[in-house]
């Protein structure tokens, strides 16, 4: 996917996250910061489903900002999906494609 535009996804709720992307100029690399309240027991899990997240979705050049409250696997990968979505203006995701 081609990142378009800078987008925004999630809210700094606690148990939630809030993810925000942007487009980088002449580089095809991804940058991703992850901050979380729960660094220390799931820093690696979180940057681990981020990463996976970008693989499935073919993002390139763009740098991601994952800044967690404690939300759950699956709240992470539902902002990340809607993220894709919005920074990329697709109006809905195929989910039977993957």
Do not use: N
């Not at 759950?72 to 109006?91: P, S």
């Amino acid at each position: 996917m081609k990142i378009k535009h800078a987008a925004i996804a999630g809210t700094l709720e606690s148990s939630d996250v809030m993810v925000r992307i942007e487009p980088l100029e002449d580089t095809q690399e991804v940058s991703v910061q992850v901050t979380s309240s729960v660094e220390k027991q799931f820093g690696d899990a979180i940057t681990q489903i981020v990463q996976e997240m970008i693989q499935r979705h073919e993002i390139q050049g763009a740098q991601i900002i994952v800044d967690d409250k404690g939300a759950l696997e699956c709240v992470l990968r539902a902002r990340l999906e809607a993220l894709f979505a919005r920074a990329c203006d697709i109006d809905y995701l195929p989910w039977e494609e993957k």
